[in-house]
């Protein structure tokens, strides 16, 4: 049964460089059995092309390492916070990727800025708050989960309608009934990310337009009955 | 017959996750037989990796499946309405590609900015008006061909000239003579919006320039008498 | 000998897409032989995936088809005039690649932005002056290469030194001693435009810096004797 | 022993490309023995499709050939000098990255914005002073290796907890423990550069949110007892 589960992880957290969602070996996804008490996770710093099933770690909701000889993530006290908050979760995926990055050096939440959004995200995405210098120096990844739940609270927001957030200064996590689920909203975040930054920074001060002249040219010199572009003539 | 079309229509399909035009299971392309009445279209939510010909689901002009077991595309109603207010088109395209929505997102039509989007669109790919409360929470997707059909309408566009347009806050339809047509433009619509938004943001504020020095150095360092970068000495 | 400088002309044509220069069928290539006062160039509005050596036509330096069964380019008596204008160059190449297709619809010459423009470009790499309405309607494709060589004949630039112009509104045309170092120029051409691109826009305006407290964190999570990512333990 | 190091170099070398850190034949990384005293290199203007492990240069910490049939890269003072200055360095790469480029054109340094940035860099990446004419003229790679120098020197910076800069108007070294560990730097360089660009340019001044009416619809078409986007209804 656990091999079915580290299976289901490895191939979850194989499916992050597959969309192009990590660099290097940054980047873990993490799915739980609610009726064990145990969740799977990638291990620390292995290198996504010698991951195999069965390096896939196997914790209890404490974090401490069930099954598995590798360490697990050092973000694994994220996931299992996370997994005592919000009890119907069944996976968790975080990673650096690029375009959420963005807006969480910037502190920023991801708006909700068309309907590709929406068909995923009910509103925001929101930002964490900052941890302060006591919240990184102490326990750093229990207070990251922490500081995520506290957004959530705080301004009454469902994990299941909105399925991810920004960790501060840091960057997206994501998740969702099980890790395949939370790998397609990190894969949703990133380019609803993408197409907000355009649509934000798209600026209308300068006039861009050909004239009609040139217009009429190229389109009627490849569009009707004077059209002398390619092989067929009309 | 039909089996050509589901076919054709297959094959019209796949060329958008081929040219990167789409994420995850979003995009549909449908193509007409005005003959017959119908029209082929993508099934709802099928991932393009395992879509096959059989699963193409044909439509009448209202809509309702003819043939084929699974749901079709939810934007089916707009691909109807276009067919019924357009007798010329022949195949439709509706994807979530990234540089199109930026622009969609923000409400602005896609301008002609240079003799690339000239050979294609013969003037801006216009954006239809946002919809009312009222258009969304009815039957939105006939709303939203609606609300295409009015600003072509309105603003004495022809649709053969300018084959595509941005459905606000939401993302581009494009059409054409058939199903590859219309994806042929829906690729040419999203590369002109990634030019354009780069010509609308250029700023010349600063002076980016190397000093000539810097420029004689590296330039002669490769070129003429005295190079001495690479194999071949002159 | 013909079939030699097709073979090398189709090579330089595909050259194009496998360095991501090309949308659809956009984009030509040619290259000259100057004993027999011909060249070759790509066939007009043929898909690369579909074009063969064979395909290839030869043309005089009037731009008249001397061999072949196809259309030669549309741009053919762009690329006749420059070679008659030029003795020196051996190969043009016509893009529509995004980045420097940016700077060609702002009317902005590419600036010498840094050492990597610098190997290749002795100098900004100027922008044609818009043609008229007179030209456009007229000879476009002989007036577009004029406009090319007033340019630097005004400014009195080497063509040699700086291998590569924007046409107006257009995009960019690049040349060499041979149609493969005039794709290498076009290569180049693109990429000097986007790292400019990313310079000229780069706004220090907003303090991005993380606090110190969370870099110490972050670094020594990794680095040094209480390291506790990764797999080994130091 | 060499073949070993020159094969070490060579897969270093070949892993710029498959990062997507360069272009044609941009870039070089080197690896010392410090034992032997002696240093292999990319060979200068070899395209790295025909790169071959024997094409491997030797030099010594003076910069001259040790072994090898072909001319070094041009930048071997750079990569000798700095091996002589830093003896804790085991291998060096230059690229000429996109992203890195962009912000050593604009003569900024890289600033520590994220987290992302701290896993690896202890602070911004600075960059180097600008070389004066006389530098430039005169031993151009020997005083771009002083200029780098000059910077860690002057501002304390530690080589080993920031492994890399970018050269004035030119673009990123970095550096690390060998020549693996020094590609490992060059990637997390030039990603943390996109990531920083993004954030720094990041535009509120537009609200880009869709209404909530439309927020409801999409989102609601998608989740929920009402759902008809797919195949599988609720």
């Known amino acids: 049964m656990l091999e079915e589960l580290k299976q289901t992880v490895y191939e ?3 499916a992050l460089p597959a969309n192009n969602l990590v660099t290097l070996t940054w980047g873990n996804v993490s799915q739980i059995d609610r009726d064990k ?19 896939i770690v196997i914790v209890d909701l404490d974090g401490h390492v069930v099954e598995g000889n590798l360490n697990p993530s050092s973000d694994t006290p994220t996931h299992a916070f996370l997994y005592r ?7 968790i995926v975080h990673t650096h990727s690029k375009w959420a990055v963005a807006f969480a050096q910037a502190g920023m939440a991801v708006p909700a800025a068309g309907t590709t959004h929406a068909d995923t995200f009910y509103g925001d995405v929101p930002v964490a708050d900052k941890l302060t210098k006591e919240e990184v120096e102490g326990a750093y990844e229990l207070n990251t989960g922490k500081s995520i739940a506290r957004v959530f609270d705080r301004d009454h927001i469902d994990p299941m309608a909105i399925p991810g957030v920004l960790t501060n ?8 009934e099980n890790a395949m689920a939370a790998v397609h909203n990190a894969i ?10 355009h649509t934000m920074t798209l600026d209308t001060a300068t006039d861009v337009h050909v004239p009609q002249y040139l217009l009429d040219k190229h389109y009627f010199r490849k569009h009707g009955k004077n059209a002398y572009y390619g092989q067929v003539q009309s």
């Open 169 to 176: 200064d840091h960057g997206p996590f994501t998740w969702g």
């Open 37 to 55: 008490g145990v969740f799977a996770i990638k291990p620390s710093g292995v290198d996504y092309n010698a991951l195999k099933p069965e390096d």
């Open 188 to 197: 949703v975040l990133d380019v609803v990310s993408e197409m907000a930054y």
């Open 12 to 14: 979850a957290n194989m």
């Open 85 to 91: 908050h919000w009890p119907d979760i069944g996976g």
